[in-house]
């Protein structure tokens, strides 16, 4: 149980909202227990920058968090879109290598790596929960990988789309979170493909688009010949 103790845990950034949890446990889901505060930040605000100190690790409750990195020219690459039951914030040294900022309104709980650490020598079922959310995202990491290594700019979109429905649960009718920016920076592409790449799918029959962020998928069969 968090005592008025936890507000003294070194976080870099002021959230919307920071509460101690009392009463049930802070993440009921995944035996993690009343190990973290519930934190909240407004859309495009960071959660940490590149660079700052990591002694945190977060698990989004609701909203979607881009973790981004600026290029030597300009340039933005997203190299992930945590959404809800995910963790982020993971390194394997003392710093963040890249900045994790909020797409929508975010809720999150930050966990204290040492308080987690601590926890996992007592409980076998906290390593074991820590280990499977970890190899959740090496799985999406690998998937990323092979989608900017090997897949054309219809391939990423197509592959894009199926992913996010099976992440997001939504069915055939998948509510975009992230601008179309933000989708080419993760895909390895332009902006201007991108759009091209969704105007060439609704073209073809495969999807039906609602405005910049409400798209039906009307051919799953398709979209996962396309993506293979």
């Given at each position: 149980?968090?005592?008025q ?6 976080l ?23 190990l ?36 030597p020219?300009?340039r ?26 909020a797409?929508t ?13 601590t ?12 280990l ?7 799985r999406q ?5 092979l ?34 920016h ?25 999807i ?13 069969d398709?979209?996962?010949a396309?993506?293979?």
């Amino acid at each position: 149980m968090l005592t008025q103790a936890a507000h003294a845990i070194q976080l870099n950034h002021q959230p919307d909202i920071v509460l101690p949890l009392r009463g049930k446990r802070a993440d009921e889901t995944s035996g993690l227990g009343a190990l973290g505060i519930v934190m909240s930040f407004g859309r495009n605000t960071e959660v940490y920058a590149e660079g700052e100190p990591a002694g945190n690790v977060y698990k989004v409750v609701s909203g979607v968090v881009r973790i981004s990195k600026l290029l030597p020219d300009g340039r933005r690459q997203i190299s992930a879109f945590h959404m809800p039951g995910d963790m982020f914030g993971f390194e394997a040294d003392d710093l963040h290598h890249a900045s994790a900022e909020a797409v929508t309104p975010v809720k999150v709980i930050a966990y204290k790596w040492e308080s987690l650490l601590t926890a996992g020598c007592r409980s076998a079922s906290l390593v074991r929960d820590l280990l499977n959310l970890t190899m959740v995202g090496l799985r999406q990491t690998q998937e990323h990988l092979l989608l900017l290594g090997r897949k054309n700019a219809l391939e990423r979109v197509a592959a894009f789309l199926l992913d996010t429905a099976k992440r997001t649960k939504s069915g055939s009718i998948i509510e975009l979170a992230m601008a179309r920016h933000d989708i080419a920076d993760y895909l390895g592409l332009t902006l201007e493909t991108v759009s091209r790449m969704f105007a060439e799918l609704k073209e073809r029959g495969v999807i039906r688009l609602e405005g910049a962020r409400r798209v039906h998928l009307l051919d799953k069969d398709q979209l996962a010949a396309m993506s293979a």
